[in-house]
C-alpha cells in the first residue's frame, strides 16, 4: 500500500466526497433571499452542503472552496444580474465545469435572462467590457465566457416562471434530489449486503410510496436474520422525500432501562426539529399531536416487542400526516396486527439467505472477496448453512487469516452441533479471544450493553483491564459495535450466548458464578446470603423483586465483588437494612444503590478503588467518616438525596439534580471539574461567595426559582443556564473577568434574564443557545 501511494500523484487519487451540493452564488445578489431559502431548504431535507459565509476579497479563489468544489456531488450555480461582475464567481464557475469528476450543475437563473449568461450579453457584456480592458486578464476572460456558456447551456431553472421564490426554492430542492436519487442508484452503496435488494423492492411496494394515505410495514423475522440493515438501507434511499425524519434504533434494550420517555421524546423532537418534551400520558391531544398530523414523514422503529410499547409511541394510525410511513423491525409478528387489520399495514417475513447467498456473504467476511479462495472452497461449503447473516459474519470474521489447520479443527466442532444452536456457532468467536478481552465481552454483555463508550472505557479500566484495545479487538471480531451516538452495542444473540457462557460456571448454584443479573438469582443468592468470593458483579432492580431484609454481614463472603447495581425503575425499593450494614467489600469500582435504606456506608468500607458512584434518593446523610483517599473516582451522582449534609472531595464530577439545598460543604471540593445541580426546581439560593478553582463546567438548567447567581466561575468553559430563573448575569467589578474562558453559554428559556453586563466580554465563546438576542 506504501509503495502504490507513493507511485501515485495527487490527481489520480479520487477525493473523497464531503458534500451533496456545492451552491455557487454572488453574495451580494441572492445571499439575503434565494440562497438564504434554498440552504434551508436543503438543510431541512438532511443534505449536506457546502457554502461560502465569507464575502469574496480579492481575485483570487480560496484553495478551500476549490477542494469544496471537488468533494460535492453537484453544484447548483445562482446566475443573478451582477454575478459575471465577480472574478471570484468567475473562477468558481470555471473550476465547477473543468472537475475531472464531471461535477453535474443545476443553473438558477435569478432575474436574469439565460441567454445574457450563455452568450455574455446584455448586463453580462457590460462587465465583460470591463475585463477586455485588461490585457492581463485575457486568457481569464476566454475561460469565464466558456463556463458560463457550458453551465448556461444545462438544463436549469429561471425565475420569471416562479410566481414566489418559495415556489422556485422547492423546485430546486426536488431537481436536487432527483439527481442524488439517481446517483445513489447508479452507485455501489450497498455493496457488502447480500440480497439486500430484493428485500428493498419488497419493502417498497408494500409501502405504497406515493399514495395519499399513512401507510405502516412490519420487518419480521429472527434475530440476526438482517431486519434492521433492511430497513436501515431503506430510510436512507428515501429520508430525503420527506418533511421529518427519524431512526429509532435499539427499543427493546431503551424499554428495558426505563427509557420509553425518552424514546417517544426523541421521535418527537427530530420529527418537529425542536427540542420536546412531553410530561402528559397522550400525545395526540396536544398542539404537538396536531402539528404531526400535518407533517408527511418517515419513520422506523428499530426492534419492537410488543404492540403496547408500539401505541406508546404511535397512538393512533392517523396521528400523522398524509402520504407518511412508519417502519418497524420486530421479532413479534403481531406487532402489526391492528394496522394489518385496518388495511394500512402489512408485514414482511425475511428469511434466511439461500446457499449462494450465504457463502458470498460469508466470503466477504472470510476473504475480503465474493468468493471463497480455491484451497477454501469445500471447507467455506460446509458454513453455508448456516443462512442467518449474523451468524455468517462472526464466523467468517473468526476464521478470517487463519490457516487450514484451525478452519479443520473449528468445523470439527460444528459437526457436534446442530445447526438450530447458533449461539454456540457464535461461542466460537468469543473461544479465540485471551482471557482479559473475554472478561470485558461478558461485562458488557450482562451490564453494560447500551451504555456510553467512554463510560465503560472508565469502568472497565478501573478495573484493571485494556479496554481501549479490548473494545477494538471485539468490534473487529463483529462481537459489538459502536453506535452514531456512541453507545457500546451487540446483538441479542451474541448476549445470549454471553449469558450462557457465565451459566456454565454454575448452572445449580448461581451464587458460585462470576456475574448474577437475573432477578430470581440475584434475589435469591441475597436471601440465603449464598454468594461466594467468584461473585464479582450483581445487578438487581430493587422495585421488582420481592421484600428483602438483608443481614448486616451480607455481602462478607463476597470479596471480590467489583461491581454492584441495585437500581430502581419506578423509585421503589424492597431492600431493607433493617439492623445496617457492616460490611461492603473494598474492591468495589462501582456502587451504584439507589433508595440506599441507611445514613451512611459501613464505617470500614475503604472507597479508594471506586471509579463511580452512584446513590439516587438516598437517606444518607453523608457517605462515610473521615478523609478517604478517592484518586480513583471519576463521579458521583446523588440526585434526589435530600438529606445530605456533607460532599466528599473527589477529582471529576458531581450531579446534585432535584436537591432542596446546596449543602455548604461544597466549597471544599476544590477538584471538581463538573458540577450538575440541573432541575432543582425549589432551589432559591446558592451558598454564597464560592470560588471552585477546578470547575469547568456548571450546570443549573431547570432550576426556576434560582434567581442569582453569585459565585466566582473565572475558570469556567461551559455553562447551561437553560430554564433557570436568573435575573442577569453578574456584573460586579470584580467579576468582570467571569466569562473570559467560556466557550459554551445556554440561555434557553431564561425568561427572567434582563439583559447582559456591559462590562462582561465574551473572548472564548464558540456556542450559544438563546430563544431571543439580547443586548447590553
Same mark, same amino acid.
Given at each position: 500500500?506504501?509503495?502504490?501511494?507513493?507511485?501515485?500523484?495527487?490527481?489520480?487519487?479520487?477525493?473523497?466526497?464531503?458534500?451533496?451540493?456545492?451552491?455557487?452564488?454572488?453574495?451580494?445578489?441572492?445571499?439575503?433571499?434565494?440562497?438564504?431559502?434554498?440552504?434551508?431548504?436543503?438543510?431541512?431535507?438532511?443534505?449536506?452542503?457546502?457554502?461560502?459565509?465569507?464575502?469574496?476579497?480579492?481575485?483570487?479563489?480560496?484553495?478551500?472552496?476549490?477542494?469544496?468544489?471537488?468533494?460535492?456531488?453537484?453544484?447548483?450555480?445562482?446566475?443573478?444580474?451582477?454575478?459575471?461582475?465577480?472574478?471570484?464567481?468567475?473562477?468558481?464557475?470555471?473550476?465547477?465545469?473543468?472537475?475531472?469528476?464531471?461535477?453535474?450543475?443545476?443553473?438558477?437563473?435569478?432575474?436574469?435572462?439565460?441567454?445574457?449568461?450563455?452568450?455574455?450579453?446584455?448586463?453580462?457584456?457590460?462587465?465583460?467590457?470591463?475585463?477586455?480592458?485588461?490585457?492581463?486578464?485575457?486568457?481569464?476572460?476566454?475561460?469565464?465566457?466558456?463556463?458560463?456558456?457550458?453551465?448556461?447551456?444545462?438544463?436549469?431553472?429561471?425565475?420569471?416562471?416562479?410566481?414566489?421564490?418559495?415556489?422556485?426554492?422547492?423546485?430546486?430542492?426536488?431537481?436536487?434530489?432527483?439527481?442524488?436519487?439517481?446517483?445513489?442508484?447508479?452507485?455501489?452503496?450497498?455493496?457488502?449486503?447480500?440480497?439486500?435488494?430484493?428485500?428493498?423492492?419488497?419493502?417498497?411496494?408494500?409501502?405504497?410510496?406515493?399514495?395519499?394515505?399513512?401507510?405502516?410495514?412490519?420487518?419480521?423475522?429472527?434475530?440476526?436474520?438482517?431486519?434492521?440493515?433492511?430497513?436501515?438501507?431503506?430510510?436512507?434511499?428515501?429520508?430525503?422525500?420527506?418533511?421529518?425524519?427519524?431512526?429509532?434504533?435499539?427499543?427493546?434494550?431503551?424499554?428495558?432501562?426505563?427509557?420509553?420517555?425518552?424514546?417517544?421524546?426523541?421521535?418527537?423532537?427530530?420529527?418537529?426539529?425542536?427540542?420536546?418534551?412531553? =410530561?402528559? @400520558? #397522550? /400525545?395526540?391531544?396536544?398542539?404537538?399531536?396536531? %402539528?404531526?398530523?400535518?407533517?408527511? !414523514?418517515?419513520?422506523? &422503529?428499530?426492534?419492537?416487542?410488543?404492540?403496547?410499547?408500539?401505541?406508546?409511541?404511535?397512538?393512533?394510525?392517523?396521528?400523522?400526516?398524509?402520504?407518511?410511513?412508519?417502519?418497524?423491525?420486530?421479532?413479534?409478528?403481531?406487532?402489526?396486527?391492528?394496522?394489518?387489520?385496518?388495511?394500512?399495514?402489512?408485514?414482511?417475513?425475511?428469511?434466511?439467505?439461500?446457499?449462494?447467498?450465504?457463502?458470498?456473504?460469508?466470503?466477504?467476511?472470510?476473504?475480503?472477496? =465474493?468468493? @471463497? #479462495? /480455491?484451497?477454501?472452497?469445500?471447507?467455506?461449503? %460446509?458454513?453455508?448453512?448456516?443462512? !442467518?447473516?449474523?451468524? &455468517?459474519?462472526?464466523?467468517?470474521?473468526?476464521?478470517?487469516?487463519?490457516?487450514?489447520?484451525?478452519?479443520?479443527?473449528?468445523?470439527?466442532?460444528?459437526?457436534?452441533?446442530?445447526?438450530?444452536?447458533?449461539?454456540?456457532?457464535?461461542?466460537?468467536?468469543?473461544?479465540?479471544?485471551?482471557?482479559?478481552?473475554?472478561?470485558?465481552?461478558?461485562?458488557?454483555?450482562?451490564?453494560?450493553?447500551?451504555?456510553?463508550?467512554?463510560?465503560?472505557?472508565?469502568?472497565?479500566?478501573?478495573?484493571?483491564?485494556?479496554?481501549?484495545?479490548?473494545?477494538?479487538?471485539?468490534?473487529?471480531?463483529?462481537?459489538?459495535?459502536?453506535?452514531?451516538?456512541?453507545?457500546?452495542?451487540?446483538?441479542?444473540?451474541?448476549?445470549?450466548?454471553?449469558?450462557?457462557?457465565?451459566?456454565?460456571?454454575?448452572?445449580?448454584?448461581?451464587?458460585?458464578?462470576?456475574?448474577?443479573?437475573?432477578?430470581?438469582?440475584?434475589?435469591?443468592?441475597?436471601?440465603?446470603?449464598?454468594?461466594?468470593?467468584?461473585?464479582?458483579?450483581?445487578?438487581?432492580?430493587?422495585?421488582?423483586?420481592?421484600?428483602?431484609?438483608?443481614?448486616?454481614?451480607?455481602?462478607?463472603?463476597?470479596?471480590?465483588?467489583?461491581?454492584?447495581?441495585?437500581?430502581?425503575?419506578?423509585?421503589?425499593?424492597?431492600?431493607?437494612?433493617?439492623?445496617?450494614?457492616?460490611?461492603?467489600?473494598?474492591?468495589?469500582?462501582?456502587?451504584?444503590?439507589?433508595?440506599?435504606?441507611?445514613?451512611?456506608?459501613?464505617?470500614?468500607?475503604?472507597?479508594?478503588?471506586?471509579?463511580?458512584?452512584?446513590?439516587?434518593?438516598?437517606?444518607?446523610?453523608?457517605?462515610?467518616?473521615?478523609?478517604?483517599?478517592?484518586?480513583?473516582?471519576?463521579?458521583?451522582?446523588?440526585?434526589?438525596?435530600?438529606?445530605?449534609?456533607?460532599?466528599?472531595?473527589?477529582?471529576?464530577?458531581?450531579?446534585?439534580?432535584?436537591?432542596?439545598?446546596?449543602?455548604?460543604?461544597?466549597?471544599?471540593?476544590?477538584?471538581?471539574?463538573?458540577?450538575?445541580?440541573?432541575?432543582?426546581?425549589?432551589?432559591?439560593?446558592?451558598?454564597?461567595?464560592?470560588?471552585?478553582?477546578?470547575?469547568?463546567?456548571?450546570?443549573?438548567?431547570?432550576?426556576?426559582?434560582?434567581?442569582?447567581?453569585?459565585?466566582?466561575?473565572?475558570?469556567?468553559?461551559?455553562?447551561?443556564?437553560?430554564?433557570?430563573?436568573?435575573?442577569?448575569?453578574?456584573?460586579?467589578?470584580?467579576?468582570?473577568?467571569?466569562?473570559?474562558?467560556?466557550?459554551?453559554?445556554?440561555?434557553?428559556?431564561?425568561?427572567?434574564?434582563?439583559?447582559?453586563?456591559?462590562?462582561?466580554?465574551?473572548?472564548?465563546?464558540?456556542?450559544?443557545?438563546?430563544?431571543?438576542?439580547?443586548?447590553?
Amino acid at each position: 500500500m506504501a509503495s502504490s501511494s507513493s507511485s501515485s500523484s495527487p490527481d489520480q487519487l479520487p477525493p473523497k466526497i464531503e458534500y451533496d451540493v456545492f451552491i455557487s452564488f454572488r453574495g451580494e445578489d441572492s445571499r439575503k433571499n434565494i440562497v438564504s431559502y434554498l440552504l434551508e431548504a436543503l438543510l431541512r431535507k438532511k443534505i449536506q452542503v457546502y457554502i461560502d459565509y465569507k464575502l469574496e476579497v480579492g481575485d483570487e479563489i480560496s484553495q478551500v472552496l476549490l477542494k469544496a468544489i471537488e468533494k460535492s456531488k453537484l453544484s447548483v450555480v445562482i446566475f443573478s444580474e451582477r454575478y459575471a461582475y465577480s472574478k471570484w464567481c468567475l473562477d468558481e464557475l470555471v473550476k465547477i465545469t473543468e472537475c475531472k469528476k464531471k461535477l453535474e450543475i443545476i443553473p438558477v437563473f435569478y432575474h436574469v435572462d439565460p441567454s445574457h449568461v450563455r452568450n455574455q450579453t446584455g448586463i453580462y457584456a457590460d462587465a465583460f467590457a470591463k475585463y477586455n480592458q485588461d490585457s492581463k486578464l485575457t486568457q481569464r476572460v476566454q475561460k469565464w465566457k466558456d463556463a458560463l456558456t457550458k453551465a448556461a447551456n444545462q438544463a436549469g431553472r429561471h425565475s420569471i416562471n416562479f410566481s414566489t421564490e418559495a415556489k422556485l426554492t422547492d423546485t430546486i430542492v426536488d431537481d436536487v434530489l432527483k439527481k442524488l436519487d439517481h446517483e445513489r442508484s447508479n452507485n455501489n452503496d450497498l455493496e457488502g449486503f447480500v440480497g439486500i435488494s430484493e428485500h428493498i423492492t419488497h419493502i417498497e411496494s408494500s409501502l405504497c410510496l406515493g399514495s395519499a394515505n399513512v401507510r405502516f410495514v412490519g420487518i419480521w423475522g429472527m434475530g440476526g436474520i438482517g431486519k434492521t440493515t433492511i430497513a436501515e438501507a431503506v430510510y436512507k434511499k428515501h429520508c430525503s422525500e420527506y418533511e421529518g425524519c427519524c431512526f429509532l434504533a435499539h427499543m427493546r434494550d431503551e424499554s428495558k432501562n426505563g427509557r420509553q420517555h425518552y424514546l417517544r421524546d426523541k421521535l418527537l423532537s427530530e420529527l418537529l426539529e425542536e427540542d420536546i418534551h412531553i =410530561s402528559t @400520558p #397522550s /400525545v395526540g391531544s396536544t398542539f404537538v399531536g396536531t %402539528r404531526l398530523q400535518r407533517k408527511k !414523514v418517515l419513520i422506523v &422503529l428499530d426492534d419492537v416487542e410488543s404492540v403496547e410499547q408500539l401505541e406508546y409511541l404511535v397512538e393512533r394510525y392517523d396521528c400523522f400526516g398524509p402520504e407518511s410511513r412508519v417502519i418497524l423491525t420486530t421479532r413479534d409478528k403481531h406487532v402489526l396486527s391492528k394496522a394489518v387489520d385496518k388495511g394500512i399495514g402489512e408485514t414482511y417475513e425475511v428469511k434466511e439467505l439461500n446457499s449462494l447467498e450465504a457463502l458470498h456473504l460469508f466470503s466477504l467476511n472470510a476473504f475480503q472477496q =465474493s468468493q @471463497p #479462495s /480455491v484451497n477454501y472452497l469445500e471447507l467455506s461449503d %460446509r458454513v453455508v448453512n448456516y443462512g !442467518v447473516p449474523l451468524a &455468517l459474519k462472526v464466523l467468517g470474521s473468526f476464521l478470517h487469516s487463519k490457516g487450514k489447520e484451525e478452519w479443520k479443527s473449528e468445523l470439527e466442532k460444528l459437526k457436534r452441533i446442530p445447526n438450530v444452536k447458533i449461539h454456540d456457532v457464535l461461542r466460537l468467536s468469543y473461544d479465540g479471544l485471551d482471557r482479559g478481552d473475554q472478561y470485558i465481552f461478558l461485562d458488557i454483555a450482562c451490564f453494560f450493553k447500551g451504555e456510553n463508550k467512554d463510560r465503560v472505557k472508565s469502568l472497565l479500566d478501573g478495573y484493571g483491564f485494556s479496554s481501549s484495545i479490548g473494545i477494538s479487538t471485539l468490534i473487529d471480531k463483529s462481537l459489538i459495535t459502536i453506535s452514531s451516538d456512541y453507545r457500546v452495542w451487540m446483538h441479542d444473540l451474541i448476549q445470549e450466548m454471553g449469558w450462557e457462557i457465565v451459566r456454565q460456571e454454575s448452572y445449580k448454584m448461581p451464587g458460585e458464578r462470576s456475574r448474577l443479573w437475573d432477578l430470581e438469582e440475584v434475589h435469591h443468592v441475597l436471601k440465603n446470603s449464598v454468594g461466594t468470593k467468584a461473585v464479582e458483579c450483581m445487578s438487581l432492580d430493587i422495585s421488582k423483586v420481592q421484600e428483602i431484609h438483608l443481614s448486616p454481614q451480607a455481602f462478607t463472603t463476597m470479596c471480590n465483588l467489583r461491581f454492584l447495581k441495585f437500581y430502581s425503575t419506578d423509585l421503589r425499593s424492597n431492600l431493607y437494612l433493617p439492623k445496617g450494614l457492616q460490611f461492603l467489600p473494598n474492591e468495589l469500582r462501582y456502587l451504584h444503590w439507589d433508595a440506599y435504606p441507611s445514613k451512611s456506608l459501613p464505617s470500614h468500607f475503604c472507597p479508594e478503588n471506586l471509579v463511580e458512584l452512584k446513590m439516587q434518593h438516598g437517606l444518607f446523610e453523608k457517605l462515610w467518616n473521615g478523609v478517604k483517599n478517592l484518586v480513583n473516582l471519576r463521579n458521583i451522582d446523588l440526585c434526589y438525596s435530600k438529606h445530605v449534609t456533607e460532599l466528599p472531595d473527589f477529582s471529576e464530577a458531581l450531579i446534585l439534580e432535584n436537591l432542596l439545598h446546596v449543602p455548604s460543604s461544597i466549597e471544599y471540593l476544590q477538584n471538581l471539574r463538573i458540577l450538575n445541580m440541573g432541575d432543582c426546581r425549589r432551589l432559591r439560593r446558592l451558598p454564597s461567595n464560592i470560588y471552585l478553582r477546578s470547575l469547568r463546567k456548571l450546570i443549573l438548567s431547570g432550576c426556576s426559582s434560582l434567581e442569582e447567581l453569585s459565585w466566582n466561575l473565572e475558570n469556567i468553559e461551559e455553562l447551561n443556564l437553560k430554564g433557570a430563573g436568573i435575573k442577569q448575569l453578574p456584573s460586579t467589578a470584580s467579576l468582570i473577568q467571569f466569562f473570559d474562558k467560556l466557550t459554551v453559554l445556554y440561555l434557553t428559556n431564561c425568561k427572567m434574564l434582563q439583559c447582559f453586563p456591559s462590562n462582561i466580554h465574551l473572548i472564548s465563546l464558540k456556542k450559544t443557545h438563546s430563544q431571543r438576542m439580547l443586548k447590553s
